[in-house]
């Protein structure tokens, strides 16, 4: 069993930045798939970013690309999103998520772990 204990969310302006973290209880150098999801009100969870582990590649939605980067440090088992540019629109619940099975980490199906969430509000 993997815990994930997501931190860094808050409230912004536009523009601002954010940098989530995401610890992990256990080693998570063997998950396939390391990714952020989000989901705001009424809308669906989508994936945000993920590292294909094992290649290594990274996945960006196209909404964040340039503005988001997605790291990952296997010494103190944490994955990170930093935040940049941040806009109203990014505001949702975020969440940290593992996956230990070959799949498409821009997917929910990919993942088998999850967090609890971190809230983020970026405001005009």
């Known amino acids: 069993q993997v815990q994930l204990v997501e931190s860094g969310g808050g409230s912004v302006q536009a523009g601002g930045s954010l940098r989530l973290s995401c610890a992990a209880s256990?080693?998570?150098?063997?998950?396939?798939?390391m990714g952020w999801f989000r989901q705001a009100p009424g809308k669906e969870r989508e994936g945000v970013a993920a590292?294909?582990?094992?290649?290594?590649?990274?996945y960006y939605v196209d909404s964040v690309k340039g503005r988001f980067t997605i790291s990952q440090d296997n010494a103190k088992n944490t994955l990170y999103l930093q935040m940049n540019s941040l806009k109203p629109e990014d505001t949702a619940m975020y969440y940290c998520?593992?996956?230990?099975?070959?799949?498409?980490?821009?997917?929910?199906?990919?993942?088998?772990?999850w967090g609890q969430g971190t809230q983020v509000t970026v405001s005009s």
């Open positions: 998520a593992a996956g230990y099975g070959v799949g498409d980490c821009s997917l929910i199906s990919a993942y088998n772990y």
């Open positions: 590292i294909y582990t094992r290649g290594p590649s990274t």
């Open positions: 256990t080693y998570t150098y063997s998950a396939y798939c």
